[in-house]
């Protein structure tokens, strides 16, 4: 019974082997059969899907040519347009400071005498925000002083991580500051100046951005177009400015309205260029092939290496850089003056009604713009050693001539007058195809540190120019004005002699393929060993930050 038992149980064993075996077959046979099936209905899967993505595809590339249709290879000009606009957001934040003080300051009565305590309450400022005038020129200054420090900081900046990035952190700082200056008006001077520091902190970002945008972004041949109209923000930002805030002023809105209203504009415009600007063209969605490899000719091809790897010192060196930063001293110098106290020359001494005022002070910086531009397409299309020379010299030397007339024409003669002041501002448009299109003929990719420290001329004179100001306008009238005058024109003709002595429209050694790729081996070799090059230690690179 034991050993049928046993052969039970190997009988079973081997009727499971045959039933597995069989049961394998079956599965092997099966598994063939679906996997023979799933590749054909894969393969079925895949031309359906390929189909569908090509057709997708297709639809995709139609709508983005019906979208970069209107465009046609020109995306930078729509740009250019926007960026312009940022620009003179920011400008007009600061302009319209002044205007809104001549609607809110209460008019003096030319027959009373003031009384000390009188006095002493122009001196502190009222309660509803009105100031003394040593007090305003504080708060102009407070903006220099703010851009002055913020300078330098914001050129590495904008070098390192873009304009896309610091630009709009900039726009935001001066929206926040110019919304906040009614509140800090009315609550009294301190508040007001840390407000006005911001505003100016925030327009330290402008030109280094002009700078690092004619690096990127512009075709070699339309250098001088592309220079006069971003530089033109600070003609463009009174032409709006002027007649809005006079509208507002004099509406039932009020003076506040004047900060609001900008400060609205701001935000619009910032938030349309995080979405629509890119550091490159060719990361740009509408920018087409044809049109990135247009503005890339003439570029360095280690323009990445280029904008890390900026030569201070070499930079600082050359003659022909401080020619441009000389000049810009003379032009802001004399643009401060008009665009800064123009309204109060034009309702303290020319007597202008504050609605004239607005209006008549729109129209000399609109007479510049215009001229700017037409300087700008000009130097494009004639030679560059002979426009880099005459347009600065004819600019300053007629700006300085009207302007002298200007000091000896009687107050009475009001039109001849603004004919003389419009004549004299609408000269120093001519300037832009000189020292400003020179900033990026002689600095090439390194025209973001150049063109950058353009705004320490517009920022240092916006220091001086209140205190020169301020020192000889005691009593607002022609007589005053004739030495304001005077002396603008003094500067504007000793900084244009320098320019044409030392100045130039040559690229510099320093922008030389060969002296980028000198640069980039020295850095690499301080990197192997960690210690400096002679000329890391000239740039003052510390050895454990060189890249």
């Known amino acids: 019974m034991g050993d049928n038992h046993i052969h039970n149980i190997a009988d079973l064993r081997e009727n499971g082997r045959l039933t597995n075996d069989l049961a394998t077959l079956q599965t092997n046979e099966q598994r063939s059969v679906f996997e023979l099936n799933l590749n054909s209905l894969s393969t079925v899967n895949k031309i359906v899907v390929q189909e569908k993505l090509k057709n997708q595809k297709e639809k995709f590339n139609h709508v983005t040519e019906n979208l970069t249709k209107p465009f046609k290879a020109r995306t930078r000009f729509?740009?250019?347009?926007?960026?312009?606009?940022?620009?003179?957001?920011?400008?007009?934040?600061?302009?319209?400071?002044?205007?809104?003080?001549?609607?809110?300051?209460?008019?003096?009565?030319?027959?009373?005498?003031?009384?000390?305590?009188?006095?002493?309450?122009k001196a502190k400022g009222d309660s509803d925000g009105v100031f003394s005038n040593d007090q305003n020129n504080y708060l102009t200054m407070a903006v220099a002083i703010g851009a002055l420090i913020a300078n330098f900081p914001v050129v590495l900046a904008v070098n390192r991580?873009?304009?896309?990035?610091?630009?709009?952190?900039?726009g935001f700082v001066s929206m926040i500051a110019t919304a906040l200056l009614p509140l800090a008006i009315s609550e009294g001077f301190d508040l007001a100046l840390i407000a006005r520091f911001c505003q100016g902190v925030a327009f330290a970002c402008n030109f280094p951005t002009i700078g690092m945008f004619n690096s990127k972004w512009t075709y070699f041949k339309q250098n001088g177009l592309f220079v006069s109209t971003l530089v033109a923000f600070i003609q463009l930002s009174p032409t709006l400015?002027?007649?809005?805030?006079?509208?507002?002023?004099?509406?039932?809105?009020?003076?506040?309205?004047?900060?609001?209203?900008?400060a609205i504009v701001t935000l619009v415009l910032f938030t349309l260029f995080v979405f629509l600007y890119r550091n490159t063209p060719a990361k740009h969605p509408l920018v087409t092939k044809t049109e990135s490899n247009k503005i890339a000719v003439g570029k360095s091809s280690n323009l990445k290496a280029a904008s890390n790897n900026i030569p201070y010192w070499p930079i600082v060196k050359t003659l022909p850089v401080w020619a441009i930063w000389i000049a810009a001293l003379g032009n802001f110098y004399c643009v401060n003056l008009v665009f800064l106290y123009q309204p109060t020359y034009l309702s303290k001494v020319l007597k202008f009604s504050v609605s004239e005022t607005g209006a008549s002070a729109a129209v000399p910086p609109l007479i510049q713009f215009v001229i700017k531009l037409l300087s700008?397409?000009?130097?494009?299309?004639?030679?560059?050693?002979?426009?880099?020379?005459?347009?600065?010299?004819?600019?300053?030397?007629?700006?300085?001539?009207?302007?002298?007339?200007?000091?000896?024409?009687?107050?009475?003669?009001?039109?001849?007058?603004?004919?003389?002041?419009?004549?004299?501002?609408?000269?120093?448009?001519?300037?832009?195809?000189?020292?400003?299109?020179?900033?990026?003929?002689?600095?090439?990719?390194?025209?973001?540190?150049?063109?950058?420290?353009?705004?320490?001329?517009?920022?240092?004179?916006?220091?001086?120019?209140?205190?020169?100001?301020?020192?000889?306008?005691?009593?607002?009238?022609?007589?005053?004005?004739?030495?304001?005058?005077?002396?603008?024109?003094g500067v504007l003709v000793g900084t244009n002699i320098i320019f044409v002595i030392i100045g130039s429209a040559q690229p510099s050694y320093w922008t030389k393929e060969e002296f980028l790729c000198k640069q980039i081996a020295k850095h690499r070799r301080s990197t192997e060993t960690g210690t400096q090059t002679s000329d890391e230690m000239e740039r003052g690179v510390p050895a454990n930050e060189v890249e």
Request: include cysteine; charged fraction near 10%.
């Open 161 to 170: 991580f873009g304009i896309r990035t610091v630009f709009p952190i900039c």
């Open 78 to 121: 729509y740009i250019l347009v926007l960026v312009l606009f940022c620009l003179a957001s920011i400008w007009s934040n600061i302009l319209c400071f002044n205007f809104a003080i001549i609607c809110i300051k209460p008019p003096v009565k030319e027959s009373s005498t003031p009384t000390s305590n009188d006095v002493s309450k």
């Open 241 to 262: 400015t002027n007649p809005i805030s006079g509208a507002l002023c004099t509406s039932s809105l009020g003076w506040k309205s004047v900060f609001y209203g900008h």
């Open 376 to 489: 700008g397409f000009v130097s494009d299309k004639v030679n560059l050693s002979v426009t880099s020379r005459i347009e600065p010299l004819a600019a300053f030397g007629l700006a300085a001539m009207f302007l002298v007339i200007l000091g000896f024409i009687p107050p009475e003669q009001r039109i001849l007058c603004f004919v003389l002041l419009v004549a004299a501002e609408g000269c120093l448009g001519i300037a832009t195809g000189g020292f400003f299109k020179n900033g990026s003929l002689i600095a090439k990719d390194y025209n973001s540190f150049v063109t950058g420290n353009i705004s320490l001329g517009i920022m240092i004179t916006m220091l001086i120019v209140p205190l020169m100001v301020n020192s000889i306008d005691e009593y607002n009238n022609q007589a005053e004005w004739r030495l304001i005058f005077i002396i603008t024109a």
